[in-house]
């Protein structure tokens, strides 16, 4: 599966997606079993991969210092509790970091993503 994302992911120089500048991308939740997907699809593209399981049993400073040290942050809300999306966006706030709330935690909705984080630099 991650062959046929890829392939549907090919970039040059041309594609808007092609290098994220070294951005430091975290996602907050999603589906755990997917995250060496997630890292491959950031990584592919000149970004570097950050991950946050969304769980807040532990408190917020956690999630507080990978916000704080990220350049962008994903949040698929299908994959999180209200608490943690709650938490990201005041964080998110508090700290002045974009973020995007994403309905999915799906391989595409990560990778258009992508694509939207440089068509808007």
């Known amino acids: ?9 090919q970039c040059d ?5 092609f290098d994220l500048c ?3 991308i975290l996602i907050v939740g999603g589906i755990t079993k997917l995250q060496a997907y997630y890292r491959k699809l950031i990584e592919e593209k000149g ?6 399981d969304g769980y807040m049993n532990g408190g917020k400073r956690g ?14 809300v299908n994959c999180n509790s209200h608490n943690a999306c ?7 706030r508090k700290h002045n970091k974009p973020v995007q709330m ?3 935690a799906s ?9 939207g984080i440089n068509g808007t630099n």
């Open 1 to 9: 599966m991650m062959d046929r994302m890829s392939s549907l992911n």
């Open 13 to 17: 120089e041309q594609c808007p997606a």
């Open 22 to 24: 070294a951005k430091r």
């Open 47 to 52: 970004g570097v991969f950050e991950y946050h």
């Open 63 to 76: 999630l507080e210092t990978r916000v704080k040290r990220s350049d962008i942050i994903l949040c698929p």
């Open 102 to 104: 994403l309905s999915s």
């Open 107 to 115: 391989l595409s909705a990560i990778s258009q993503a992508l694509i």
């Open 86 to 92: 709650l938490s990201v966006k005041r964080l998110c």
